[in-house]
């Protein structure tokens, strides 16, 4: 049930649409008769302004449509140079329709605007072969396109939505009055907040999706916030945060024994007042001047843990003082990427390199290397990107070769339903299919009916269209895909009726044009990656899995070498493109039908404990490398537990795909207590390998019970151990 707002919006997007369709196509077919002219007039409007879903306000809109306009003169000319054979037609079919496909990488807009620009191909690539009317086609497309463009700035337009730089504000500003203690919500509230950063809440032209700095940047800050959110949420379960803020509140010694956490009181107000400011700078659009000043912060926060860790052990604090100082580290550091994010998302400028470069690779990188590298990372088999092109190109190339070598009538109609039928699994399509040939064949009956009753009588004709168009342009997507197809079959044959002498077997090709390309779509939906998303999304969530794997592993070896810093660090940029593919993956997955994608698995869940190896994978060795070696036994019993979770990945991406696990993954034993001091990057380091296997746990615990049995064992808890040691008694 689409709300009132979006009914209006329908409504007002059928005004623009008919009225720019219309002052093309009367002048120029009537007064300076040129039906050329008034055809390309006519369906510009239509295929940018109805066909194609450009997201965002009427001024967004507009300014996608004018910068399209260059491409969609391209497309026309090489459609008009193309149709003089089929198999040149077909070829240019294939490769227009793949790129324009595989354009959603670079974003919503372009994603909008390709249906469109592949009408613009599809209309100028069938017979005739008339190279000398490209002058009309193009004027006609330009005169369509700045129209539409200007209705969409004059007539009724749409107002911006909500921002996602504003809401990120809002969750930045909950994490500091949090922080701070201005603001006490439950961690369900803390949550919420973070949730409402979800891309899916927001307008498709206002989500951080394209590969420039900027979006990016904000994308990163958007996950940053989230994270940061739910670590709070996590301190505030565990009482952690309350006690934290009270003593923040209170005076020296106020805490009692609880004061030896001197280091995290004094960190924990840098990193509200941080918030607060990285906040502000979002609401002004301007990235916060000065230097970064978390590094200096977080570096003296560690030189003080290591103090106290090797004083006299009657004075080193205890393990849940210790643990508390980890989770404050993690929340600085969430803060820390997410202000730099920050900035480079409102500056959108290239910058110096910034620690960790890996994960800031795209703010030192020229533009074109940033588009470069989104096109490029996405052409593999497991993009579901790649694979929906493939399909829409082959789809196409296969309809442009049917229509052409049965020189069907107004063939480009089987390439229209190809277009606008096409779905990512094989039973949208086929459900699409039977609800469009249905309305077709009804709109059919009418339009025939009406080409019968009118005759060539083209003054009725021209009476009926612009009216006509508004009705349907309103109609169909208020009712649904039956009614738009069926509206649309006698629109067009209106439109036809005044272009060229017309009878009813107007109305009769359209149907076997319509149930043609259905046909066709529904037979490449069967034979291209039936599914949809539903198996991608299974095997992108494993390779992640794995690819997490070498990274906990090498995290720990760096940090337990002897000499210290003598191991390399583990490389993440093949978890990051695992990650990037594995998000779309699960983007598309629940853009699906709840009944094409069964439960399986919380993939939301893995996608969380990727990111949080990768984020350890970074700051663990950046700030927890040990000046000295640390005790033979306590590294011995860190690498046992990081096998162990590591391990667990490899137990779940086997789960996920449907694989038996390796014996050796199976079951685990739990390694003895270490031996030696708490040092602080014994503590950081458990608590991070304890976090990642309490959410390999959940994740492994919401697999079906057909699933989990089959690699039932002990749980990765028992081998991570107390990296910090045992906790002494009183404490």
């Known amino acids: ?130 190279p000398q009317t490209l002058w009309l086609r193009l004027a006609g497309l330009v005169f369509g396109v700045v129209v539409l463009a200007l209705c969409e700035l004059l007539l009724l337009p749409q107002a911006p939505g909500p921002t996602y730089r504003t809401a990120l504000a809002e969750a930045v500003a909950t994490a500091g009055g949090t922080l701070a203690g201005r603001i006490h919500l439950s961690p369900g509230d803390l949550r919420a907040a973070g949730a409402r950063l979800r891309l899916s809440r927001f307008p498709p032209a206002e989500r951080p999706a394209g590969p420039g700095r900027a979006a990016r940047g904000l994308s990163q800050a958007g996950s940053g916030a989230r994270r940061l959110l739910e670590q709070l949420a996590h301190l505030t379960e565990t009482g952690e945060l309350r006690l934290l803020v009270r003593q923040n509140g209170s005076g020296p010694g106020a805490g009692g024994a609880e004061d030896a956490d001197t280091p995290s009181r004094s960190l924990l107000p840098q990193v509200a007042s941080l918030c607060d400011e990285t906040g502000a700078a979002l609401r002004a659009g301007r990235p916060i001047p000065g230097p970064e000043r978390m590094d200096e912060v977080i570096d003296a926060f560690q030189q003080t843990r290591v103090r106290q860790a090797t004083r006299n052990p009657a004075d080193v604090p205890p393990v849940p003082v210790l643990r508390r100082q980890a989770a404050v580290l993690a929340v600085a550091e969430s803060a820390r990427i997410l202000e730099i994010s920050v900035r480079v998302g409102l500056d959108g400028r290239r910058s110096r390199p910034i620690e960790p470069r890996e994960l800031f690779w795209y703010a030192q990188a020229p533009a074109p290397q940033l588009w470069i590298r989104r096109f490029t990372g996405n052409m593999t088999l497991r993009s579901v990107q790649f694979q929906n092109a493939v399909r829409i190109a082959l789809a196409l190339a296969a309809a442009r070769l049917v229509a052409g070598s049965l020189d069907l009538t107004h063939g480009f109609w089987v390439l229209l339903a190809v277009l606008t039928l096409s779905r990512t699994t094989v039973g949208q399509t086929w459900a699409a299919i039977r609800i469009a040939v249905a309305g077709n064949l009804v709109g059919a009956v009418a339009a025939g009916a009406l080409l019968i009753g009118l005759g060539q009588h083209t003054e009725a004709y021209a009476a009926l269209l612009a009216p006509g168009m508004l009705l349907a342009f309103a109609l169909g997507p208020l009712l649904g895909i039956a009614w738009a197809q069926g509206l649309f079959t006698l629109v067009v044959a209106i439109a036809f009726a005044q272009i060229a002498p017309a ?49 906990i592993r090498g995290t720990v070896a760096a940090l337990t070498a002897v000499p210290p810093g003598s191991a390399p660090l583990p490389p993440t940029q093949p978890a990051l493109h695992r990650l990037r593919l594995a998000e779309a993956a699960y983007d598309q997955f629940r853009s699906e039908p709840a009944g094409s994608r069964p439960a399986h698995a919380d993939w939301h869940a893995v996608l969380i404990a990727a990111g949080q190896v990768l984020l350890g994978a970074h700051w663990l060795p950046r700030f927890d490398m040990p000046a000295t070696a640390l005790p033979p036994d306590a590294a011995d019993r860190a690498r046992a537990g990081a096998h162990a979770v590591a391990d667990s990945t490899v137990r779940l991406a086997c789960l996920c795909t449907g694989d038996q696990p390796p014996p050796e993954v199976t079951t685990r034993s739990s390694p003895a207590s270490p031996v030696g001091p708490p040092l602080p990057a014994l503590v950081d380091l458990d608590v991070w390998l304890r976090s990642l296997d309490a959410q390999f746990a959940r994740i492994e615990a919401g697999l079906p019970d057909p699933v989990r049995r089959a690699a039932r064992g002990t749980t990765a808890g028992d081998a991570a151990g107390h990296l910090s040691g045992p906790r002494r008694p009183g404490r």
């Open 503 to 551: 009878n009813w077997q107007l109305a009769e090709a359209r149907i076997v044009d319509v149930v043609t390309g259905s046909a066709i779509g529904l037979l490449c939906a069967m034979l291209a990656w039936p599914a949809g998303a539903r198996r991608e999304v299974r095997r992108t969530m494993a390779e992640l899995l794995h690819a997490c794997n070498p990274l």
């Open 1 to 130: 049930m689409k709300s009132g707002a979006e009914r209006t919006e329908i409504l007002h997007r059928s005004l623009r649409v008919s009225l720019a369709a219309s002052a093309g196509f009367y002048p120029f077919l009537y007064w300076l008769q040129e039906p050329v002219l008034a055809l390309y007039a006519l369906f510009a409007p239509i295929a940018l302004g109805l066909l194609s879903s450009i997201p965002g306000s009427g001024r967004q809109r507009a300014v996608v449509m004018l910068k399209a306009l260059p491409v969609g003169l391209v497309l026309v000319a090489l459609g008009t140079l193309l149709a003089v054979q089929t198999w040149a037609a077909v070829l240019g079919m294939l490769v227009v329709g793949f790129l324009l496909a595989f354009a959603a990488v670079a974003g919503p807009r372009p994603a909008g605007a390709a249906p469109g620009l592949q009408l613009f191909y599809i209309l100028a690539c069938f017979p005739p072969y008339e």
